[in-house]
């Protein structure tokens, strides 16, 4: 049975969950560095949204304003299409555009996490019958 598709609200029950929320922050903190930008996260999960939001919004605001063709990279890199793009802009219509791509960031690196969480605990069929 392949992972259910996640809604946006879906999502944001879900990253309360304390080792969702650590795995995720790691893997945010990784995808930034690899374009040069610093994330921390202290480990509080009660703060996670805020405290990593903060932070990712600043970059992604630069990005968007002085280096946007290496924002489009860094959306490439963590696959996020012109489709959930579109997207989180009509479910967040009021929103400035570095705080509806942060949002999205961030729920595109859980997606990431709950992927392989799935698929790291999903026993693997054996189907070789020449025992």
């Known amino acids: 049975m392949p992972l259910p598709i996640l809604n946006r609200s879906q999502l944001i029950d879900i990253s309360a969950q304390e080792d ?3 795995a995720t922050a790691n893997q945010i903190i990784k995808d930034f560095a690899e374009f040069g930008l610093d994330i921390e996260f202290s480990g509080n999960t009660a703060n996670f949204y805020g405290e990593l939001y903060g932070q990712m919004e600043s970059h992604v605001a630069n990005f968007i304003e002085n280096q946007y063709s290496r924002f489009l990279s860094f959306l490439y890199r963590i696959d996020i299409s012109n489709k959930e793009i579109e997207l989180y802009k009509k479910e967040m ?20 996490v709950l992927y392989r969480t799935y698929y790291s605990n ?7 019958t020449n025992d």
């Not at 999205?104 to 997606?111: A, G, P, V």
């Open 20 to 22: 969702i929320i650590k």
């Open 122 to 128: 999903k026993p693997t069929s054996n189907t070789d």
């Open 93 to 112: 219509p009021n929103s400035k555009l570095s705080d509806v791509m942060t949002e999205l960031i961030i729920h595109r690196e859980i997606k990431k």
